[in-house]
């Protein structure tokens, strides 16, 4: 059974910086497309960020140059580190996991607060 345990969240000062982990296991990890999402209060989900099982990256637009997704393999883990925070960043932050096409699984998330 595939599971995805997310952490690192937590409140910050706006302009600070956070980095999520999600850490993966039953599964051969380094195959899997990852992905992070994000919930903010009262809103839909959102795309934030993906790396291929290849190591190569996509960003939503307005999150360019201040995120970055990156994946250590032999940790079964992919991070997103998050600079310049922003009050607007406040939300839950979700991992997810490609199994194959259209078939993911899901963590249960980490609350990143920035306060203004």
């Known amino acids: 059974q595939v599971q995805l345990v997310e952490s690192g969240g937590g409140l910050v000062q706006a302009g600070g910086s956070l980095r999520l982990s999600c850490a993966a296991s039953?599964?051969?990890?380094?195959?899997?497309?990852m992905g992070w999402y994000r919930q903010p209060p009262g809103k839909e989900r959102e795309w934030v960020a993906s790396?291929?099982?290849?190591?190569?990256?996509n960003y939503a637009d307005s999150l360019k140059g201040r995120f970055t997704i990156s994946r250590d393999n032999a940790k079964n883990t992919v991070y997103l580190q998050m600079n310049s925070l922003k009050p607007e960043d406040t939300a839950v932050y979700y991992c997810?996991?490609?199994?194959?096409?259209?078939?993911?699984?899901w963590g249960k998330g980490t609350l990143v607060t920035v306060s203004s």
């Open positions: 039953g599964t051969i990890f380094s195959m899997n497309p």
């Open positions: 790396i291929t099982s290849g190591g190569s990256t």
């Open positions: 997810r996991l490609t199994i194959s096409g259209g078939i993911f699984v």
